[in-house]
């Protein structure tokens, strides 16, 4: 069982990103997995957050993730807001971060205290690819590189997910970012 959480804002597509996810592990990579979604103020910009728990066997469990194995920040803005991504994260815990540069990734790295980072600029590979501030398919690639799934699994999902255009130039956006992720 890997249990997950996502943490972004609302119009960034973290939910999508979620259900996006379970139905690639579900139907691509013939495993299980549940969502469950975690509304604030129902606005754009508020803070939202996503558990995710995949596992080999149905998952039966239909509660929100507390100590996560991997953790997804699509904003790089959490590591001065007062909420803590690193909440129920243990030493071998993994961040999937939106940034551009090493030097962020670094203090979610010391402030929170991930074993690793995986890193890359999704809200710029977003804008190329999709002309939007919605970075939901490049996290999935860059999530994709942790090994948790494989990146053609996260591109049918997406195309599945977005429709023929829309799901083309998003799964060319994960695919991007997953080519572009770095590790520290």
């Known amino acids: 069982m890997i249990k997950l959480k996502f943490f972004g804002l609302g119009g960034q597509g973290i939910v999508t990103a979620a259900k996006t996810l379970s139905e690639a592990v579900s139907i691509y990579e013939e495993e299980y997995a549940i969502t469950v979604p975690a509304y604030g103020h129902e606005r754009r910009g508020a803070p939202v957050n996503t558990s995710i728990i995949i596992d080999s066997k149905p998952v039966l469990l ?58 890359a600029d999704a809200t710029h590979i977003a804008w190329k690819n999709i002309k939007r501030n919605i970075p939901n398919s490049a996290m999935l690639g860059i999530l994709a590189r942790t090994g948790i799934v494989k990146i053609e699994s996260v591109m049918a999902a997406v195309q599945s997910t977005f429709g023929t255009k829309a799901g083309s130039a998003n799964a060319d956006a994960a695919k991007e970012a997953y080519d572009e992720t770095r590790k520290i």
């Open 62 to 119: 239909n509660c929100f993730v507390y100590e996560p194995e991997i953790v997804l920040v699509s904003d790089d803005s959490f590591l001065t807001r007062e909420i803590d991504i690193g909440a129920g994260i243990s030493e071998n815990s993994v961040l999937v971060l939106n940034t551009g540069t090493e030097d962020i990734a670094r203090q979610f790295k010391e402030k929170f205290g991930f074993q690793e980072v995986y890193y």
